[in-house]
Nanobody, 114 residues
Framework: QVQLVESGGGLVQPGSSLRLSCAASGFTFKQYLMSWYRQAPGKDREFVASITPQGGVTNYADSVKGRFTISRDNDENMVYLLMDSLRPEDTAAYYC???????WGQGTQVTVSS
């Protein structure tokens, strides 16, 4: 079964860190560019970060650059998003995405609040 399953979300205080994980299955993971997107209530889904198949090139939205780090483990079919210095405006549902074929996970909620 081709799927992406996110985990690691939660409720954290501003300034905290959180690591999201995305487990991929059912396809040859190492061949695909992978991304993270997020969607806040009442807003459109927006790009957060992407990583090329071998992990050599990463790209970030300006709003998270310098605070978030995307990485992947092709042996474990995992992609990660390490989020540091979290802000209330980072509150959103975070989604793992395989651009080719438009594959999405179910999302994991991140809430940043004091």
């Amino acid at each position: 079964q081709v799927q992406l399953v996110e985990s690691g979300g939660g409720l954290v205080q501003p300034g905290s860190s959180l690591r999201l994980s995305c487990a991929a299955s059912g396809f040859t993971f190492k061949q695909y560019l992978m991304s993270w997107y997020r969607q806040a209530p009442g807003k459109d889904r927006e790009f957060v970060a992407s990583i090329t198949p071998q992990g050599g090139v990463t790209n970030y939205a300006d709003s998270v650059k310098g605070r978030f780090t995307i990485s992947r483990d092709n042996d474990e079919n995992m992609v990660y998003l390490l989020m540091d210095s979290l802000r209330p405006e980072d509150t959103a549902a975070y989604y793992c995405h395989r651009r080719s074929g438009g594959l999405w996970g179910q999302g994991t909620q991140v809430t940043v609040s004091s």
